[in-house]
């Protein structure tokens, strides 16, 4: 296939991990069970790691779009068998606002215990996870950070009457067009465009909630979802209202929680990306099938990186101890 990203390093840059180990308790969004994570530190090349240190044996799954196993509303990853098509060994539910907080956090590399099927919905946005980082302290390891950047427009598009769509094209930051379109006087539709970054990810992005609609939720409650979402966190809308009494964080709330989710699931990429990303009403089915497509197009052009990758992935096969800084 034609060389449409590269992986590179980016020698004015350094990749980072968290400084201290990170706890977090609280209820699925999805499923309504009480779930918990330990963040802890990793090493350089490692990459962002979950276990599910709840099953035995443990279970480690890495944070790449080829693990994705769900998009229903959320994303969710498992450990792929071979031969077995989307089933999953210990599938992790909404990954998505946590790796939205590493990405704008500038964690590269972290080893994530889980204790539950899916990651704690906290206040329903990146907001918590994101504060915690910093207040704990984050990092610096002796490692060059690496990006993908984007070499030539990588593109799909929805196969249904949607008419999403979602494209990257060349460009030096990290930047995101948003287009939604819902039917609801408050959502509406709308367009988001900024460059990102770890400076304004905080204030611009990161506070958005995820939202739902009050006459679906008896639908996706039949449906084994939402079993956790509450005003507490989530935004929940009836036909002309917030029913949350603390109202918006932004006035654009809704379109900035669908930047914030775009951003967590590229970042199942693997690595950071430099591109101009172009979604029309995507979701994290679109979202994950882009990220595959990059991986596909991706061309490593240094063959030792390669192979120091590889032996990480491999240590953490034998123990995720190895992962530690």
């Keep these: 296939?034609?060389?449409?990203?590269?992986?590179?390093?980016?020698?004015?840059?350094?990749?980072s991990t968290v400084s201290n180990i990170l706890y977090f308790k609280g209820i699925g969004l999805?499923?309504?069970?009480?779930?918990?994570?330990?963040?802890?530190?990793?090493?350089?090349?490692?990459g962002i790691t979950f276990v599910r240190k709840d099953l035995n044996p443990n279970v480690i799954i890495k944070a790449k779009a080829d693990n994705v196993c769900s998009t229903m509303?959320?994303?969710?990853?498992?450990?792929?068998?071979?031969?077995s098509g989307k089933e999953a060994a210990g599938c992790i539910s909404t990954v998505e606002h946590l790796m939205?907080?590493?990405w704008g956090a500038g964690i590269d590399n972290a080893l994530i215990e889980v204790y539950g099927c899916e990651i704690p919905a906290m206040?329903?946005?990146?907001?918590?996870?994101?504060?915690?980082?910093y207040e704990s302290g984050i990092k610096e390891l002796n490692a060059k950070r690496k990006y993908i950047e984007i070499l030539k427009p990588i593109s799909i598009e929805s196969e249904d009457k949607t008419g999403a769509s979602i494209a990257l094209y060349p460009s030096d930051d990290f930047e995101i067009s948003y287009d939604m379109d819902f039917n609801h006087p408050l959502v509406q539709s709308g367009s988001f465009d900024m460059k990102i970054d770890g400076f304004n990810f905080y204030g611009?992005?990161?506070?958005?909630?995820?939202?739902?609609?009050?006459?679906?939720?008896e639908?996706?409650?039949?449906?084994?979802?939402?079993?956790?979402?509450?005003?507490?966190?989530?935004?929940?809308?009836?036909?002309?209202?917030?029913?949350n009494k603390d109202g918006l964080r932004y006035k654009d709330e809704?379109?900035?929680?669908?930047?914030?989710?775009?951003?967590?699931?590229?970042?199942?990429?693997g690595y950071r990306i430099k591109g101009r990303v172009l979604a029309k009403k995507t979701g994290h089915d679109m979202n994950s099938k882009i990220v595959k497509k990059i991986g596909e197009c991706l061309i490593t052009p240094n063959a030792q990186l390669g192979k120091k990758e590889e032996a990480n992935f491999i240590a953490v096969g034998k123990t995720a101890a190895t992962l530690f800084a």
């Design 1 to 15: 296939m034609e060389n449409y990203a590269i992986l590179k390093e980016d020698k004015s840059e350094i990749q």
């Design 30 to 46: 999805h499923t309504g069970k009480e779930s918990q994570i330990i963040i802890k530190p990793a090493k350089a090349d490692s």
């Design 73 to 83: 509303l959320r994303t969710s990853i498992g450990l792929k068998k071979e031969g």
């Design 100 to 102: 939205s907080a590493l």
């Design 123 to 133: 206040d329903g946005s990146a907001r918590v996870f994101y504060e915690s980082f």
């Design 204 to 217: 611009e992005i990161s506070k958005a909630r995820t939202f739902g609609f009050l006459k679906d939720v």
């Design 219 to 243: 639908y996706l409650k039949k449906s084994g979802l939402a079993l956790g979402g509450s005003l507490d966190n989530a935004l929940v809308l009836d036909e002309t209202s917030v029913l």
């Design 254 to 269: 809704f379109i900035r929680h669908k930047v914030l989710d775009l951003i967590g699931d590229l970042y199942l990429a």
